[in-house]
């Protein structure tokens, strides 16, 4: 059974940075696709960035690109979202997720994590 867990969500402002981390375990991570999703309130869950375990090919949704950086440690097991020039619109819960084929649709992802909270103040 593989289990997600993400960590390093919290409280920032306009224009600061946060790391979200997502550490895996039950299965090996080679050869699978990992991505980091959020929802805010009311609204439906969304894309924020995929990586591609083996290939290290990766996808971003235009309203975080150039602000946020996926990346992962094969060693650790671990998947980071690196945010930076946060915007209160970036506020939500975010989930890390793993997918056995790569995909951009939250349908493609067989497993998540619990989500973490980050919330950016104006």
């Known amino acids: 059974q593989v289990q997600l867990v993400e960590s390093g969500g919290g409280l920032a402002q306009a224009g600061g940075s946060l790391t979200l981390s997502c550490a895996a375990s039950?299965?090996?991570?080679?050869?699978?696709?990992m991505g980091w999703f959020r929802q805010a309130p009311g609204k439906e869950r969304e894309l924020v960035a995929t990586?591609?375990?083996?290939?290290?090919?990766?996808y971003y949704a235009d309203s975080v690109k150039g602000r946020f950086t996926i990346s992962r440690d094969d060693a650790k097991n671990t998947m980071y979202l690196q945010m930076n020039n946060l915007k209160p619109e970036d506020t939500a819960i975010y989930y890390c997720?793993?997918?056995?084929?790569?995909?951009?649709?939250?349908?493609?992802?067989?497993?998540w994590g619990q989500g973490t909270q980050v919330t950016v103040s104006s």
């Open positions: 990586i591609r375990w083996s290939a290290d090919t990766t």
């Open positions: 039950g299965r090996t991570l080679r050869t699978t696709t």
């Open positions: 997720a793993l997918s056995g084929q790569w995909s951009i649709k939250p349908t493609s992802y067989a497993y």
